[in-house]
């Protein structure tokens, strides 16, 4: 199930399926390497905003920009999965 990234508490490793914003949000996110199925790490969490580890980097979210990152828990099937990502879960050979 898809939550904002503000929902996830500190320590949480999900992926992120989707931005739940307009063009300028969204250009933000993918400019911090915050594409959809890249994993993502929180570091800190909560209503006010986010500190999360992503591509290696740790990037600061404000609570506004953080709520419109929705995300899935990293072993879940839903969402997209990305497969340039270090800690991206492979595809099982069929």
């Known amino acids: 199930m898809q939550k904002p990234l503000t929902a996830y508490p500190a320590g949480s490793v999900v992926r992120i399926a989707g931005i739940d914003g307009g063009r300028q949000a969204r250009a933000r996110m993918l400019a911090m390497g915050m594409t959809p199925g890249?994993?993502?790490?929180?570091?800190?969490?909560g209503p006010t905003g986010?500190?999360?580890?992503?591509?290696?980097s740790e990037v600061v979210?404000?609570?506004g920009l953080a709520g419109k990152i929705l995300a899935v828990?990293?072993?879940?099937d839903?969402?997209?999965?990305c497969s340039c990502c270090p800690d991206a879960p492979r595809a099982k050979a069929s």
């Open 38 to 45: 890249c994993p993502v790490k929180v570091l800190a969490g």
């Open 50 to 56: 986010c500190r999360v580890q992503v591509r290696g």
């Open 61 to 63: 979210l404000c609570c």
């Open 73 to 76: 828990e990293n072993n879940s």
């Open 78 to 81: 839903e969402g997209p999965h």
